[in-house]
Structure formats: C-alpha cells, structure tokens
C-alpha cells in the first residue's frame, strides 16, 4: 500500500488555498470575511490559537458560497492538471490520501482519479466547522491506524516534515519537492 499527503505532494500547490483564491476571483464579496481571517492568522502564528481554530476562521468565507458542490466541481475541472505525473505514472488500486485539506474538497478529485481511500479533515462545507481534529501530524497515524489497523504501508510521500510520525509507519519514505523526490528518514 502507497500512502501519500495531497497539498505540494501529489497537487502542486496548496488545494484549499487555490479553492479559496477560485471563489475570491468568482465572487469578491468573500473578501468581507478577510479581517478575520487575518486577525486569526496573526493569533495562530502568536500561538494564542489552535491550528484547528485558525482554519475554522479561514473558512467563514464558506458561509458566503451559494452552492459550494458547484464551486467544487467548476474548480477541479480547472485544476485537476495540477496533480502530478509522478503519481498519475505510478498509481494504485489501493493508494491512499491522508491529507490536513478538507474532506469535503478532496473527495471529487479522488474520485475522478479513482483513488478509493481518501482520509482528510471532516469540515462542514457550509461553516467551515471542523467536527474532528484537523487531519495533520500524529492525528494522520491515528487516523491512518484506525481505518487500517493491520495494514502496512509500503512507500509514503510527503513535501512536509510534520508528516515524520506516518513516515515512520512506513517501509520508504520520500520527500517530494518541485522537481525531485528523495529518501527520507524520519
């Protein structure tokens, strides 16, 4: 089994970001929601917040959208040439995405490329809510455990050093960068 986070490893850039910069440009109105957003930026990096908080801040702008499934599918027509030749060359039946973005985000691109398991963060797409923890650090190796508990994972690729504790789980590990994926170990 192939385990890979989405954000900078298979997708070029950061999906949530691109998402919110594809509605921005859409409808400008959601820049009301950017003070907050900014203010909850600037408690996070003080560490007066949680992550989770900060991003249940970043995605009030959620509460504007008019049919967020529409949004959804409109932006992954324009974006799905983001995900990389690296993983449409060497996908499996089996691999699977663990990933900090939202599920609600993730699930239409996994299933045009017909990846069957997808773990990310449970936000409601209506509110921005999380209705867990944010899907990032150790909480990827509970999740990852909790719907596999006896499997092993063969290779695992990430851009981000947070992802050393899922790494560990794995037999390879790799760091993926722009243009070059490499050994690593966690």
């Not at 045009?112 to 944010?134: E, F, P, Q, R, W």
Request: hydrophobic share 35%; net charge positive.
């Amino acid at each position: 089994m192939n385990v890979y986070d989405f954000d900078k490893t298979i997708y070029k850039s950061d999906s949530t970001l691109d998402f919110y910069l594809f509605c921005l440009k859409k409808m400008p109105f959601i820049l009301k929601r950017l003070p907050k957003q900014f203010y909850s930026a600037v408690l996070y990096k003080l560490g007066k917040i949680t992550k989770t908080e900060f991003k249940e801040n970043f995605y009030i702008f959620l509460n504007d959208l008019p049919d967020i499934d529409i949004l959804i599918n409109e932006f992954w027509n324009i974006h799905c040439g983001k995900i990389k030749n690296f993983y449409l060359d060497g996908k499996k039946d089996d691999d699977v995405i663990i990933s900090a973005s939202p599920t609600f985000l993730l699930e239409p691109i996994c299933k045009k490329l017909n990846i069957t398991y997808l773990i990310a963060s449970k936000v409601d797409k209506h509110t921005g809510k999380y209705t867990g923890i944010n899907c990032y650090g150790s909480e990827k190796v509970r999740r990852f455990k909790e719907i596999f508990p006896d499997q092993s994972i063969d290779n695992f690729y990430s851009d981000s050093l947070s992802d050393a504790p899922i790494a560990k789980l794995a037999k390879h590990a790799f760091l993926v960068s722009k243009k070059h994926i490499k050994n690593w170990e966690p």
